[in-house]
Structure formats: C-alpha cells, structure tokens
C-alpha cells in the first residue's frame, strides 16, 4: 500500500488542460522533492519532473510539476493522444528510509 | 547514449534464488547511483533497492529487507541484484534504473525490464 495517493484516473479531450494530484505526508513530499513518471503500455517509465518541477531535456514544456506543503502536481496542457499512459508520483520518505511511488492515474484522452 | 541492460529473470521456485544482472553503458557509471523497481503484473511501481555510486550505501525496501542484496561492479559496469528466500509476490517485471546524481533517486534512464515469476 503507497504512502502516495494519486485519482486513479484522469481525462480530457485533447488540447485539453489536465492536472493529477499526489498526496503525501511530512514524512516525503513534506520533506523531500517529488519526481514525476510517464509509463506508456507496454513499456518501462520515464521521467517528466524531477525535484519538484524540472524538467529533464527532451520532456516538452506541456508537462509541469508543483508543489505545496504535503501533496504535488502534474500538470499536462495542451494533451495530445500520444500522452495517453500511466503517470506516477514519487518521493524519498525519511520515515521508511526509502523512495516510493504513488499509487499511479491513468490518463485517457477522449 | 546511455543504456541498461538487465538479464538473469526467469522462474524460480518459492524459497529459491534469482540473481538479476544489469549492464550500463554511455556514462561513467561510477558517478551515479543506481536502482531496481519492480512492478507485479497490472500494478504500479514499487522501489526495491539503491545503491550510490560513491560511497556505495545501500537502501532496502521493507518487502524485500534481508532477502535481497544489491551491489556493483564499476569494473564491468554492472549492478546486480541478489534475490533469496523468494516469494509469490515478488513476481514481477524488475527495472534497473539510473539516478540523476551520484545519490539521487529521480531515475533519468531505464532498461527494458527482465521478468520474474515465482512459482512451484
């Protein structure tokens, strides 16, 4: 069971704006930079936001991240359907002396 | 351009072990940490263990601590992960991952992923 709680869905038409929430507790998002992942079917993650709201070259300016106290977003403007896949939250926790992801939302573009 | 690439998945029986493999290329490898997550078929990601690149710590999720042992080789430029003990639920696909500092956990490169079944 995650320590990150993320909707477990998420849609929009495309050019759409969208947003995924992440729900922490002091203990990582309160604490430490949050990361962002991108899983299309059938393949392994990528990285869209590090630290909260970097993004790594390469990951177009239509993805955002910020945060506030305890909880985080993604947010994806402009959606296209290549965009459609699954998004994940993560964080280190100092309490579990780990790193952990969200529980993960699937985004589909209608 | 940098790559990883896992090997060593396959079935193995519960109690038994698996020792999974991955060889990276296109950076220098000592300079960074690196990872294993794994995720259980139609679930979401699960970090499994780290390991820096400097000073060689090393961290353990719950699930796994005491069964697993992660570890590096900068002369072949491989890290391994060692599964002992295994269980039904620690079927999965495991990714290598590479952080983006010698200590960091955003991971900025993945392998392609080697699957693990457990089962008798």
């Known amino acids: 069971q995650s320590v990150l709680t993320q909707p477990p869905s998420a849609s929009g038409t495309p050019g759409q704006r969208v947003t995924i929430s992440c729900s922490g507790s002091?203990?990582?998002?309160?604490?430490?930079?949050v990361d962002w992942y991108q899983q299309l079917p059938g393949t392994a993650p990528k990285l869209l936001i590090y630290?909260?709201?970097q993004r790594p070259s390469g990951v177009p300016d239509r993805f955002s991240g910020s945060k506030s106290g305890t909880s985080a977003s993604l947010a994806i403007s402009g959606l296209q359907s290549e965009d459609e896949a699954d998004y994940y939250c993560?964080?280190?926790?100092?309490?579990?002396?780990?790193?952990?992801f969200g529980t993960g939302t699937k985004v589909t573009v209608l | 351009e940098e790559q990883l690439l896992e090997s060593g998945g396959g079935l193995a029986q519960p109690g038994g072990s698996l020792r999974l493999s991955c060889a990276a290329s296109g950076f220098i490898f000592s300079s960074y940490a690196m990872s294993w997550v794994r995720q259980a078929p139609g679930k979401g990601l699960e970090w499994v263990s780290s390991?820096?690149?400097?000073?060689?710590?090393?961290y353990y999720a719950d699930s796994v601590k005491g069964r697993f042992t992660i570890s590096r080789d900068h002369s072949k430029n491989t890290v391994f992960l060692q599964m002992k003990s295994l269980r039904h639920e620690d079927t999965a696909i495991y990714y290598c991952?590479?952080?983006?500092?010698?200590?960091?956990?955003?991971?900025?490169?993945w392998g392609q992923g080697t699957l693990v079944t457990v089962s008798s």
């Open positions: 630290a909260d709201n």
């Open positions: 002091s203990s990582n998002i309160g604490s430490n930079t």
């Open positions: 390991i820096n690149g400097r000073d060689y710590k090393t």
């Open positions: 991952a590479k952080g983006i500092t010698m200590t960091g956990v955003a991971y900025d490169y």
């Open positions: 993560a964080a280190w926790d100092d309490s579990l002396n780990g790193y952990v």
